[in-house]
């Protein structure tokens, strides 16, 4: 058992994150991790310069490469006090960034770790988790009702094997809370991220609470659902049902209010600034 000494209450003064963006520090994101096990259906991983949300970089670079990325982004913004891995993937559908992460301890090892999963393989990888030194972790769990979660997601890939609908949800709810158990008990900062689905799980989100903060996370994120793929023609949750569903569930868990919805290769402090143009070479700066 790792004993871990940037719990939650650290995690507020040294990650931005967990900070409220108050702290002035920074992080940086490394995407490299291409490719999912999971089909939510709002979701739309795209390759670009402009677009300003989760699931988008400008590349997919290899950890490798990611060494070089953390020395240019150091050198730009000496605020940067974590690395997170946030896709555009699902960082534990390929062993990317769970390697990135090594080689992140090996050379960086003052650098907070900070890793997002869909949490379908949180349970069977959680000794790797624990063993790279993982920081805070953060689980997006948009339902625990698979027949709720099966409105969301419409298949996933596990151990080789394609399942549909509430099978598949009931897999991917199983391992997530498992999985956040496990890891939650090791000492690492659990963060649980989920899309408000107006319709869907606006009702369901005080039950997510609930269940989440009995399994041992610490904080809960509720991100307002941006319309597109399948879900296209649902319409964004208003402010007054985001600011229902954040009271609802901070009956439960501590809650999150100012996330900026990031894209997968943002680097510099949220809100302030965005060295990716420079380093990535974007077209199109993003600050
Ligand atoms: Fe913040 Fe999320 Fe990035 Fe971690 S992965 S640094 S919590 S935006
Ligand atoms: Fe997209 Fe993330 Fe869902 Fe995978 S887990 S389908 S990357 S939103």
């Known amino acids: 058992m790792v004993t871990k000494t940037n719990n939650y209450e650290n995690l507020k003064l040294s990650h931005p994150c967990f900070g409220g963006h108050k702290n002035n520090k920074g992080r940086i994101h490394l995407p490299v991790s291409p490719g999912c096990n999971i089909q939510c259906k709002f979701c ?44 555009p993937g699902d960082t534990l559908a390929t062993d990317n960034a769970i390697e990135t992460f090594r080689l992140v301890k090996e050379h960086y090892p003052n650098l907070l770790k900070c890793m997002s999963t869909n949490g379908l393989l949180l349970y069977e990888r959680a000794d790797e988790i624990i063993e790279v030194g993982i920081d805070s972790l953060t689980v997006t769990v948009n339902a625990v009702d698979p027949e709720i979660e099966a409105k969301l997601n419409s298949a996933i890939v596990y151990h080789s094997k394609k399942y549909e609908g509430v099978e598949a949800a009931k897999i991917l709810i199983e391992n997530q809370i498992k999985g956040i158990e496990k890891v939650a008990k090791a000492g690492i900062t659990v963060k649980v991220n989920s899309v408000l689905v107006p319709g869907i799980n606006d009702n369901h989100i005080e039950e997510i609470a609930k269940i989440v903060s009995k399994a041992g996370a610490s904080i809960y994120n509720i991100i307002p659902l941006i319309p597109q793929f399948e879900l296209a023609d649902i319409p964004a949750p208003t402010c007054a049902q985001i600011d229902a569903a954040r009271t609802k569930a901070g009956e439960y868990i501590d809650v999150f209010r100012h996330c900026q919805r990031c894209r997968a290769d943002a680097i510099g402090v949220p809100g302030e600034s965005d060295f990716g143009d420079q380093i990535y070479q974007r077209r199109i700066s993003l600050k």
């Open 44 to 87: 739309d991983r795209k390759i670009n310069d402009d677009e300003q949300r989760p699931g988008v970089t400008s590349k997919v670079i290899t950890p490798e490469e990611a060494l070089g990325v953390i020395k240019r982004a150091l050198e730009l913004c000496p605020e940067i006090t974590v690395v997170g891995i946030a896709g």
